[in-house]
Each structure stands twice: as C-alpha cells, then as structure tokens.
C-alpha cells in the first residue's frame, strides 16, 4: 500500500537533459515518465511541475542584459514546452496527462483553473502545472509549492540532480553532508539553496512537508511513496 495518495511531483528541467548539454533527453524523459506511471498503476493520484533549467533561466537573461522580467516570461514558456513533452511522453507510455497553464496560451494548452485540476486528479488523470507561477522573479519549485498546497497534495517531492539536503552545495562542497530530516526554519535559517527560500517558507507556512531525493536513482520515486527512507525529508 502506498503511504501517499495525493503528491505534487517537481522534476528537475535541468536533468531532463541527460547527458546532452541542452534540451530533451529522449532516454531520459522516457525514464521519468515510466517511474511516474509505476507510482499512478498504485493508484496514487500525480502532479507535476517541471522546470525549464534545461531551456531557459531568467536569471542567466537577466545576467546578459535583458530585462528581467522578460527572461523570467521566457523561462515560463520554456516549462511549457517541457511539459508538453512530458505529456506526450507520458501519452505514449500509457498514461492519461492533461497541462495545464498559468499564463494564457489556449491554443497550446488549457488554462489552470483549480477546481478542473481537481477533477483530472479524483479521474486518475496525470495533471502537468506549466508556465510556473505565472509570474515573473518567480521560480518553478515555487509553484511546485503552490500548487501543492492549492491542490491538497500531502507533499511536495522535489526530485532533482543532487540525493537530497547538504550542509552546502554537494557540486561545489565535496565534504557536505546530507541530512535525513531538516526543519523549514533550519533549512531557511542556513539558507540551503536547493530550493529557494520563497518556496521553502509557503511549504512551512501551509504545513506542506517536502522530501528532496535523487531524480537519477532508479526506483527512488516508488521508494518514497512505498514510505520508504529516501533523500531528505524537510518538515515543519
Ligand atoms: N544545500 C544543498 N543541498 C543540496 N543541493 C544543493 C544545496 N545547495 C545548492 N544545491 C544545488 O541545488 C540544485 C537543485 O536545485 P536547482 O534549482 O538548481 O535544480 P532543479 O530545481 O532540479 O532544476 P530546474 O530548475 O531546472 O528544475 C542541486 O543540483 C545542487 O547542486
Ligand atoms: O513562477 C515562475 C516560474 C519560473 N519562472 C521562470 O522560468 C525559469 C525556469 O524555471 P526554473 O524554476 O528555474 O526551472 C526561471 O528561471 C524563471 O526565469 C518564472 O519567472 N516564474
């Protein structure tokens, strides 16, 4: 039995891209996808944001001159895109997905309206949140926080590069340390950047716990909702 019915799933947009140096890594994003229908066939109902690191960050415009907010809009519609191929992806393995956008793009995909996204989850449906929070100087984990607690998800799984929360950086620091469970308070208070501070204090906020594990262990998703001990838990 699953120890989770409902989750809010962050995927890494920057692993998407396997070993390439950008875009979609067709292996890989097949990969993601069969874990998640693993976890779907237990009947634990999903949904997912993914970022767009593999495409585009509005910092790295913003660093090169742009205006600010305008890379940020761009970065949104790079999440689009990833979540347009997550879907089909996940279409082709089987799984029934519907995206859905925060920023206007009907033709593309339909609007998030919450109460739909609801019901998608209650029919077993895949829901995938895209274009972020809709805003600018916003993040992806961000709105992984948001529409977590929007939707009721018991919590937020952040899989990513890294096996969960260090002391310090792991890609920088060799000597971190992971932690098994951290505070928000202590996360926030040592100002752990593997999520952004924003998204760390609405999950405090909302009592909404986090758990940070490795995106490129097999089985690591099914682990975690198996209830198992997996990457790090951060907890109110
Ligand atoms: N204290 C820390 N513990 C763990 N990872 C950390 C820490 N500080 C920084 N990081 C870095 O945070 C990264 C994860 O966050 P990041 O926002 O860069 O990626 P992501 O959210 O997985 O990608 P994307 O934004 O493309 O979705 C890790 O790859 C790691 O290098
Ligand atoms: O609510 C949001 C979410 C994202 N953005 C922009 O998109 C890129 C990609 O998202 P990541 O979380 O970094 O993967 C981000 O750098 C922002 O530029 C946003 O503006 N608002």
Redesign the pocket.
Known sequence: MPALKRILLKLS??ALMGDDAFGINRATIVRMVQEIREVTELGVEVAVVI???NI????AGGSVGMDRAT??????L??VMNSLALADTMRQEGIVARVMS?IGIEQVVEPYVRPKALQYLEEGKVVVFA?????????????AALRGAEIGAEIVLKATKVDGVYTADPKKDPSATRYSRISFDEAITKNLQVLDATAFALCRDQKLPIRVFSILKAGALKRVVMGEDEGTLVHV
């Open positions: 947009g920057e970022g767009g690191g585009f960050r509005g910092v890379a940020d809009y761009m970065g949104m790079a999440t925060a274009a972020g929070t809709g805003n600018p100087f916003f993040t992806t984990d961000t709105a």
